[in-house]
């Protein structure tokens, strides 16, 4: 007997001891095979089998607390298509959050008109708008992590209270799951940020020494090839010196980047208007984008727009982001740049000082799994005339400035609805 039927059996009126053993069993049972998953994105499928499995409700909402940047982000939905997922989430500082962490339980909407009306204008606006009838904590440890939000009954009928009795116990045991995934995430995502660190630094002592040892005899080449330059007469010789010459300049280009990767320029901290930065840089590639046919457009989400930092590198690090978007999108697409304001007071104290969350969305062709963890390498590159040395600089000024970046892809083959890269860099705003 699968799941679902077990839990239909439950649900009729039965002995009220034999039927309570059996629902504590299957729920024990539920939360193993929750627990035995640490892989979010399987996690969320599941958890949402399962609801569906107690009651076919339409649509379904999964919303996690975000820590980067401070919200409860919708990260899961069913049933219903929204084409700013983005923009659906609640404010932890909001009456909807306070009231499900003080009461540590469901909300039937329709039932408590007055627990609506308590709630924000935003807030009453996003649940009409996506059709919640009722709303369910994620409680863990004594936290909000997470909720959950469902439609009606596909049936129209009331959810039943022997239904909500089996939502409440199921939930208590997702949030539980969720934060064992989280914590799993976490801590993966530590050690390939310790190992990427350990790699690079090793990279970057080799870097620097080949780079000096290439420099000298590249000067005296260059040198030597425009002292010829000087005595040849033919027209075609004279094209042929030229393009050494530019093949010289090309490796001493690459042997800067070097040099910049393995002993970066120290930042020259500043305060400054960060949304008049990204407006700037936008303008220097907006005429190569619309060329491409690729429209970029900015949401600044946060109030202030000051930032402690080093422009000039800063610049740098979006303006390299920006083209390797739109180098991305051959066909056209679109690049979205958010800003947020991250979370302040973070327990994670290699996170604690990131204030700032700034993301670059593209709807280009995505970069295959297996090179994905070598993007950051110096010299890997997919592209036909690349160095492979801008992430790599890019990883390093964020570095430098006390931040982190991180990156996520999916192929137009993994993902043919939803592919594109998603790259995410952490600043904080300084003093």
Not at 74 to 94: A, W
Request: aromatic share 6%; net charge negative.
């Amino acid at each position: 007997m699968n799941f679902a039927r077990r839990l239909s059996s439950l649900l009729r009126p039965s002995a009220g001891r034999a039927r309570q053993e059996k629902l504590n069993y299957t729920l024990n049972e539920f939360s193993r095979s929750l627990t035995l998953i640490v892989d979010l994105e399987q996690l969320k499928d599941s958890v949402i089998t399962y609801l569906r499995e107690i009651v076919n409700v339409n649509p379904l909402y999964i919303y996690l607390l975000n820590i980067d940047l401070n919200r409860y982000q919708l990260v899961e939905s069913r049933g219903y298509e929204m084409p700013d997922e983005e923009n659906l989430f609640f404010d932890p500082d909001g009456p909807l959050v306070h009231w499900l962490a003080v009461n540590e339980t469901h909300l039937v909407v329709s039932e408590h008109p007055d627990i609506f009306a308590f709630f924000s204008e935003a807030e009453r606006e996003m649940l009409e708008r996506t059709g919640v009838e009722s709303i369910f904590p994620l409680m863990s440890m004594n936290r909000l992590t997470g909720l959950v939000c469902l439609g009606p009954k596909t049936s129209r009928e009331k959810m039943t209270g022997d239904e909500i009795e089996l939502l409440d116990s199921l939930m208590g045991r997702a949030a539980l799951a969720f934060d064992n995934a989280y914590l799993y995430q976490q801590q993966k995502s530590r050690l390939k940020k310790m190992y990427r660190a350990d790699r690079l630094a090793t990279l970057g002592q080799l870097a620097a020494g080949a780079a000096h040892e290439i420099r000298n005899p590249l000067t005296s080449i260059r040198s030597t090839i425009q002292y010829l330059q000087k005595s040849l007469i033919g027209r075609k010789e004279a094209e042929l010196v030229a393009e050494l010459i530019e093949e010289v300049d090309r490796i001493n280009g690459i042997i800067e980047g070097l040099l910049s990767f393995s002993k970066p320029t120290k930042p020259e901290m500043k305060r400054f208007d960060l949304e008049q930065l990204l407006s700037q840089t936008i303008a220097l590639v907006d005429n190569t984008a619309r060329k491409s046919g690729v429209a970029i457009e900015l949401n600044y989400r946060v109030e202030t727009s000051l930032l402690a930092a080093d422009p000039a590198l800063l610049k740098q690090v979006f303006l390299n982001l920006m083209m390797n978007s739109i180098e991305a999108m051959e066909d056209g697409g679109r690049l979205i740049i958010s800003v947020d304001r991250a979370a302040k007071g973070r327990t994670d104290l290699s996170s604690r000082r990131h204030n700032y969350s700034l993301i670059f969305q593209d709807t280009g062709q995505g970069i295959p799994p297996a090179d994905l963890e070598h993007v950051f390498d110096p010299f890997f590159t997919t592209k036909k005339d690349g160095t492979g040395l801008g992430l790599s600089i890019c990883y390093g000024i964020i570095q430098q400035h006390g931040g982190e970046i991180e990156i996520e892809s999916e192929t137009a083959k993994d993902n043919p609805e939803k592919h594109g890269t998603r790259i995410t860099l952490h600043l904080p705003a300084g003093n």
